[in-house]
């Protein structure tokens, strides 16, 4: 049985470029979050997806934006890069919207 | 909004010892309170985690303590080993309507387990 999976694993992008994020859910869940995790800080909450809708949103920029498909995978979409946007950005699944979170390995993005 | 210190920010310990993080939040309602372990380059793994109707929750030589009253809870790691050596998170989730479904973490902790 597969874990959280993200693609892809390294991604350098340059400021001002769009980006887009991907993780698919362990077997089983259907909730999904999304986290920026900044160098040797703790994850901060992006956005949770659960039945194809946003349930909850931290505080990040419009520039952010997600997405959830009828499979339970989803996409995390960044605009308009920053060098602040620079991180390892983790997706976590649960198998509902209050139990559990499993983390994958996650996306380090680096923008130049 | 809720906030969570963890204390201390590094820990070194000589292997066979305790090692104990604390972590206080601020929110009362706040009902779920997992621990996570982060290896350099590698996901937070969840490795423990308790409810607020619990007081205690013990895996091997994990446990977690949650003080409710006092709104602190520990993670303590007995006959510690050097692959114990890693960033700790301790989080919280629950509450309120603003903090109902994200986990919020500490800043962490780096445990150093010298053999």
Redesign the interface.
């Known amino acids: 049985d597969a874990g959280v999976t993200q693609s892809p694993t390294h991604l350098i992008k340059t400021r001002g470029q769009q980006v887009t994020l991907r993780c698919s859910p362990k077997s089983g869940h259907d909730t999904v979050s999304w986290y920026q995790q900044a160098l040797g800080q703790g994850p901060q909450f992006i956005f949770q997806y659960y039945e194809e809708e946003e349930r909850q949103r931290g505080n990040f920029p419009d520039r952010f934006s997600g997405h959830q498909f009828p499979n339970y995978s989803s996409e995390l979409n960044v605009n308009a890069l920053l060098l602040g946007d620079s991180a390892l950005y983790l997706c976590a699944s649960s198998p509902s919207l209050k139990t559990e979170a499993f983390f994958g390995q996650g996306t380090r993005l680096t923008v130049v | 909004g809720e906030n969570v210190e ?1 204390h201390p920010s590094t820990l070194s310990v000589q292997e066979g010892d305790s090692a104990v993080i604390k972590c206080t939040y601020s929110d009362s309602a706040s009902n ?1 309170f ?1 621990w ?1 372990k982060q290896e350099l380059g ?5 490795i423990i ?1 308790i409810r607020s109707n619990v007081g205690e929750k013990k895996d091997q030589r994990i446990a977690v303590t949650l003080n409710k009253t006092a709104k602190h809870f520990s993670l303590h790691i007995t006959e510690t080993q050097p692959e114990d050596s890693a960033v700790y ?1 301790c ?1 919280v ?2 509450g309120w309507m603003d903090s ?9 902790t780096r445990l150093l387990v010298r053999p």
């Open positions: 963890q779920y997992p996570y590698k996901r937070p793994q969840l985690d998170f989080a989730r629950g109902s479904y994200k986990l919020i973490f500490g800043s962490g």
